[in-house]
């Protein structure tokens, strides 16, 4: 009986140096008959075996991926899904998260977007508006109209945080904010770029 195997390659993964990968770490499989031996236990890569232990990357492609199947089993037929290639990101060592590398970041955000949204108000003539809004409601000239800004600014605040979907981890619903999807683009084009430049496993 003939024996087909249906893979569905991975987008990307990330994997510790000095493992090695297996075709069901690779690929998604289906397969229409039971064979002698767990196909999904192949080693399709040895990272530890790698040459060049600068690699972060390397790509696995379905050349790549067939040849590796038809060696150990030649009488099987192969057919691909999805995918054409899978990003192997490989990690060397695991970083130690900065707790004073983030602050700086925070801080530096947080004065940056404030300075952003003051010289925004600056530019629009925020302040006057609000003056006029106030004259025109009551009939009387404020420099600070509180009861008008004290809402604005709060309700700014609220603003954003719908905008962005999070607070914290917690989301307010489950379609994702304008940032998740220029991130997901930037990752796409990322991941291209990864692609035809980076080495490809042979």
Not at 91 to 103: D, E, G, T
Request: net charge neutral; with cysteine.
């Amino acid at each position: 009986m003939d024996h087909t195997v249906y893979l569905r390659m991975k987008k990307k993964l990330h994997v510790k140096s000095g493992t090695s990968l297996k075709l069901s770490t690779i690929a998604d499989i289906f397969i229409n008959t039971p064979l002698d031996k767990d196909i999904g236990e192949l080693i399709i890569y040895d990272i530890s075996n790698d040459k060049n232990r600068e690699n972060h990357v390397v790509v696995i492609d379905q050349f790549f991926l067939r040849k590796c199947i038809l060696t150990e089993f030649p009488k099987i037929n192969v057919h691909f899904f999805g995918v054409s290639e899978t990003i192997v990101q490989i990690s060397h060592r695991q970083n130690i998260p900065s707790i004073l590398l983030a602050v700086i970041v925070w801080f530096i955000l947080f004065i940056g977007t404030a300075m952003t949204i003051m010289n925004f108000h600056y530019d629009v003539g925020m302040q006057e508006t609000q003056q006029k809004i106030h004259y025109m409601l009551t009939g009387k000239v404020a420099e600070s109209p509180l009861w008008i800004q004290i809402p604005y600014s709060l309700g700014l605040g609220v603003g954003m945080l719908l905008f962005f979907n999070h607070w914290f981890k917690k989301r307010f619903n489950n379609e994702p904010s304008p940032l998740e999807i220029e991130i997901s683009k930037y990752q796409d084009a990322l991941d291209d770029y990864i692609k035809k430049h980076e080495k490809h496993v042979d």
